[in-house]
C-alpha cells in the first residue's frame, strides 16, 4: 500500500475522528488496516486537525509594527473568549487608537463542541497561524477539523464571503454515484435551510441509507451573517460540491463564511447536537411561535389537499408484472379525470424482441445517453425508423416509479414542443420506453459548445427559446392536465432535424389538481443550478419553479455559459448573478455571447435577458407565468416591469436597495 503523505494524513485524521466516536457504521477494510496503524501509533486525539488555510500575500507587516502588535492582542482575546460558553466571537482590536492598524478577527467553533473541546482547537489555532502558516500577513484564515479562526485589516464581518475556499474529498468511493448524489444533496438542502434560520447557524443530519450504513450531513454559517447571506453561501457550497462532485464516500466545502461536510462515519457529537435555536427575545419568539403555527396550518392544509388529490391505490411494490403496470397507470389517469382519451396502454406496446434487434441488443455503440433512471440507445425499426429507446434500471423502485410515471403523463401529451412517445416495451424485469429520434440530441450540446454555437443564428436560438416556452406552457396550462416538470435543463430539451426544441424526461414530473397550485415535498430532485430556491431549500414547487428554470436556460442560451461552474474573476459566482451585476450597470449586453452580437437583433436580445431575469426572480410571486412569458416574448410592445434581484445571486459588491424596484405585477401588465 503506498500513500502519499497528503493522502496519509487525511485518511489518518478521517480515522481518528471516528476512533473519537466509537466504531463506525461503514465497512471498509482499508479501515480496519488503519485503525490498527492508529492504535499503535497512539495518536493524541487532543490536537486540533489541521485542514487547510490561507494567507494572503498581498498584505504583509512588518516585525514589531503596530499591526503586529494589534494582532497579538486580537489572537489573545480571541483565545480568552473561548473559554466562555460560545461557540463564535469576533472582535476589533486598534480601531479608535491606530484606525489604519486595525486588526478585525473572529474565531468559529464546529456547533457540538464543548466549550473545552472549543477552547482546545481556538488556542491551537491562535498559536499556529502566526507561528506555522501566516507569519507576516495581514489576513488569514485557518481551518480545522473542529473550528476555524480568520482575521484581516478590514472589516468582513456580517459580510458573506466564498472566497478563498477549499473542497476536499474524502478518498473512497462510493458504490452507487446517482443515487448516494441524490441522497447527500436531498439531506445538505434541508439542513441547510434549517441552519439558516436558527441563530446559531448550524445544523446535522443523519440518514440511513442502506442496511447498515448511515450518511453524516454538517452544514455552518458563521452567526454574523443573516439567514438570507447564510443560505447563499451554504447553496454555493452545495452547488460547488454537487458540481465537482467526485463519486466519493465523504466531501466538504470550506468558504471563510461557512462551510459542509457529508460523510458515512459520525464525526460530530450527536448528543450535542444543536437544534437550530430560536432568535432571543419575547417579541421574536412569539412571532416565531405565530409563523410556526401558521406554517404547520398551512402544511396540514396542502396535506390534506394532496392526498385528496393523489388518493390512490398503493401499488404493490414487489409485483413488477404487466398488469400491475398498467393497473397503476390506468389509476393514475383515472384519477385525473382523462380516461376517455387515454391511449391504452397494450396499444402502445412494442414487443420487447423488436427492440431488442433494432438496439442491437442495446449495444453499447448504440447508448447515446445515462441518467439516474437507466441508459438510452438509439435504435432502428424494420421500416428503417429511428427511434430512442429509454431502457429503466429495475434494480431500485424508483426506477419503476419514474417508469410509471413517465408512461401516465406522456401517453397523453401531444404538442409539438415535447417528444413524442412512441409505445414501450415491457417484459418481466425490463422496462422500455420507445420516442421519437433527435438527430440533433440536446440544447446543452449546442449552447455551451463555441464551435456548434457559431454554427446557428439568432433566430435559430430564439425559436428554441420560444418552443421550450411553448412547449412549458402547453403542460402548465394547455393540456387537460396541469403539470410540473421539475427537472428542466439543456440536457432536457431535445432538439429535431429541424431545431424545434422538444422538452424531454418526465420522471421527475408532477401532476397537480386543477385548483392546486402548490405543493410540498420532502424528496428534492432536480438539478442543482436550475432549481428555484424555493424549492431547493424548502421543497415547495409549482408551476413558478417550472419558470425559474426556463429563466436559467434562457440566460445560458445567450450568453453561452452554464450558472453553475459559472467562475470569472469580476466576483460573480452565478451566471444569474453575473447578468444581474451587468444589468444593474446598464452594460447587460456584455452577457450576450460575442457571436450572436453580431447579428442585428440586439434589441430583441435584451428582450429575452429581461425576460429571462423576470423568471430567476427570488419570490416566486414576481416570477411571470409561462402563459406571460409566451406573450413577452412575441411581443416587442408591452412594456415589461423592472426584474427584482435573482435568487441567490446579491452581489456582494452591489447594494439592493440602491435599485428602485417596480412593485407593478406582471400580472397587471398581461391581462388574462
Ligand atoms: C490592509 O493593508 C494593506 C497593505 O498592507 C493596504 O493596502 C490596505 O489598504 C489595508 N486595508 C484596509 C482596509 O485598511
Ligand atoms: C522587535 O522587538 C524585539 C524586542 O522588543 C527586538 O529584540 C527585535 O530586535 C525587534 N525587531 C525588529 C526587526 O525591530
Ligand atoms: C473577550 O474579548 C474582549 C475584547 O473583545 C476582551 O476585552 C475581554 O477581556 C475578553 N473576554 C475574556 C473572558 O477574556
Ligand atoms: C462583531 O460583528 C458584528 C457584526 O456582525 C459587529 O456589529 C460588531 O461590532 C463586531 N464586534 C466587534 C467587537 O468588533
Ligand atoms: C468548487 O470550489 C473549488 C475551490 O475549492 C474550486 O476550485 C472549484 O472550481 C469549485 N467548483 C465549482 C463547480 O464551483
Ligand atoms: C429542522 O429543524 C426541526 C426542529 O428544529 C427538526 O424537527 C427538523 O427535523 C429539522 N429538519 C432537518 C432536515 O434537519
Ligand atoms: C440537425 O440534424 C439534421 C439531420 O440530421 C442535419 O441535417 C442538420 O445539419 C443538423 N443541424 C445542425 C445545426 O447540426
Same mark, same amino acid.
Given at each position: 500500500m503506498v500513500l502519499t503523505h497528503d493522502i496519509y494524513l487525511r485518511l489518518l485524521s478521517l480515522s481518528s475522528t471516528s476512533t473519537n466516536m466509537g466504531i463506525p457504521s461503514f465497512s471498509f477494510s482499508m479501515h480496519l488496516v488503519l485503525l490498527s496503524i492508529l492504535t499503535s501509533l497512539s495518536? !493524541?486525539?487532543?490536537a486540533a486537525q489541521y485542514r487547510y488555510h490561507f494567507c494572503s500575500d498581498q498584505t504583509t507587516f512588518s516585525p514589531n509594527s503596530t499591526y503586529q502588535s494589534n494582532l497579538n492582542n486580537l489572537l489573545s482575546f480571541l483565545n480568552a473568549n473561548? !473559554? $466562555? &460558553?460560545?461557540?463564535f466571537y469576533n472582535t476589533t482590536v486598534?480601531?479608535?487608537?491606530t484606525p489604519e492598524n486595525t486588526a478585525y478577527g473572529l474565531f468559529l467553533c $464546529?456547533? *457540538?463542541?464543548?466549550t473545552n473541546e472549543c477552547q482546545d482547537c481556538v488556542s491551537t489555532a491562535t498559536k499556529e497561524?502566526?507561528?506555522?502558516?501566516?507569519?507576516? &500577513?495581514?489576513e488569514a484564515v485557518i481551518w480545522y477539523d473542529e473550528c476555524m479562526l480568520r482575521y484581516s485589516n478590514r472589516s468582513f464581518f456580517s459580510i458573506m464571503e466564498d472566497e478563498p475556499s477549499k473542497t476536499l474529498w474524502n478518498l473512497l468511493d462510493i458504490t452507487e454515484p446517482d443515487r448516494f448524489l441524490q441522497l447527500t444533496l436531498g439531506d445538505l438542502v434541508p439542513v441547510a435551510a434549517n441552519a439558516s434560520s436558527g441563530a446559531k447557524k448550524f445544523a446535522t443530519k443523519e440518514t440511513k441509507f442502506a442496511e447498515s450504513e448511515t450518511l453524516y450531513n454538517l452544514v455552518q454559517c458563521?452567526?454574523?451573517?443573516s439567514s438570507f447571506d447564510c443560505r447563499r453561501c451554504l447553496w454555493e457550497a452545495i452547488t460547488n460540491l454537487s458540481n465537482s462532485y467526485?463519486?466519493?464516500r465523504g466531501g466538504r466545502v470550506l468558504y471563510p463564511s461557512c462551510n459542509i461536510r457529508y460523510e458515512v462515519?459520525?464525526?460530530?457529537h450527536m448528543q450535542a447536537q444543536a437544534v437550530a435555536a430560536p432568535p432571543k427575545g419575547k417579541g421574536k419568539i412569539s412571532t416565531a411561535i405565530a409563523i410556526v403555527i401558521a406554517v404547520t396550518i398551512a402544511a396540514a392544509v396542502v396535506l390534506v389537499i394532496l392526498l385528496y388529490c393523489f388518493r390512490r391505490r398503493k401499488a404493490s411494490k414487489k409485483s413488477n408484472s404487466i398488469n400491475e403496470v398498467t393497473s397503476g397507470i390506468s389509476d393514475g389517469i383515472l384519477n385525473y379525470h382523462a380516461a376517455s382519451e387515454v391511449t391504452t396502454l397494450e396499444s402502445l406496446q412494442f414487443d420487447f424482441g423488436t427492440i431488442e434487434a433494432a438496439t442491437n441488443k442495446f449495444s453499447d455503440d448504440n447508448m447515446i445517453g445515462e441518467g439516474g433512471f437507466g441508459k438510452v440507445y438509439k435504435g432502428v425499426l424494420h421500416e428503417g425508423k429511428e427511434v430512442a429507446v429509454k431502457r429503466f434500471? /429495475?434494480?431500485?423502485s424508483q426506477g419503476l416509479e419514474e417508469f410509471k410515471n413517465e408512461v401516465i403523463l406522456i401517453a397523453k401529451l401531444q404538442h409539438k414542443n415535447l417528444v413524442r412517445l412512441l409505445g414501450c416495451g415491457i417484459e418481466r424485469e425490463e422496462k422500455l420506453l420507445v420516442y421519437e429520434f433527435m438527430?440533433?440530441?440536446?440544447?446543452d450540446i449546442f449552447i455551451f459548445d463555441p464551435r456548434r454555437r457559431s454554427q446557428l443564428d439568432w433566430k435559430t436560438f430564439y425559436n428554441i427559446i420560444s418552443g421550450i416556452a411553448k412547449g412549458l406552457l402547453y403542460l402548465h396550462e394547455d393540456s387537460r392536465l396541469k403539470i410540473i416538470?421539475? *427537472?428542466?435543463?439543456p440536457s432536457n430539451v431535445l432538439l429535431d432535424h429541424d431545431m424545434v426544441a422538444k422538452i424531454s424526461d418526465f420522471g421527475m414530473a408532477r401532476i397537480f389538481c386543477e385548483n392546486q397550485n402548490i405543493a410540498n415535498t420532502k424528496r428534492v430532485v432536480g438539478t442543482y443550478g436550475y432549481m428555484a430556491p424555493e424549492y431547493a431549500m424548502a421543497g415547495v414547487f409549482s408551476v413558478k419553479s417550472d419558470v425559474f428554470s426556463f429563466g436559467v436556460m434562457l440566460l445560458e442560451i445567450i450568453s453561452?455559459?452554464?450558472?453553475?461552474?459559472f467562475y470569472l474573476t &469580476?466576483?460573480?459566482?452565478?451566471l444569474l448573478a453575473y447578468a444581474w451585476r451587468l444589468w444593474c450597470e446598464d452594460r447587460?449586453? &456584455?452577457?450576450?455571447d460575442n457571436f450572436l /452580437?453580431?447579428?442585428?437583433w440586439t434589441s430583441e436580445i435584451v428582450r429575452c435577458i429581461h425576460i429571462g431575469l423576470l423568471c430567476v426572480q427570488e419570490n416566486p410571486q414576481d416570477r411571470p407565468t409561462m402563459s406571460n412569458v409566451v406573450v413577452l416574448l412575441g411581443s416587442e410592445s408591452i412594456a415589461l416591469p423592472k426584474p427584482k434581484h435573482p435568487a #441567490?445571486?446579491? *452581489?456582494? #459588491?452591489?447594494?439592493? *436597495?440602491k435599485f428602485s424596484v417596480?412593485?407593478?405585477?406582471?400580472s397587471s401588465v398581461v391581462p388574462r
Open positions: 495518536l !493524541t486525539s487532543e473561548s !473559554t $466562555r &460558553e460560545t461557540d486598534g480601531q479608535i487608537q $464546529r456547533g *457540538d463542541l464543548s497561524i502566526v507561528q506555522l502558516y501566516c507569519p507576516e &500577513e495581514k458563521t452567526p454574523d451573517l467526485g463519486r466519493k462515519f459520525s464525526f460530530y434500471s /429495475m434494480k431500485s438527430p440533433n440530441k440536446s440544447l416538470h421539475r *427537472d428542466l435543463k453561452g455559459k452554464r450558472n453553475s461552474g &469580476e466576483h460573480a459566482q452565478t447587460v449586453l &456584455e452577457v450576450v /452580437m453580431e447579428s442585428c #441567490f445571486s446579491v *452581489d456582494k #459588491f452591489i447594494q439592493i *436597495d417596480n412593485e407593478a405585477s406582471i
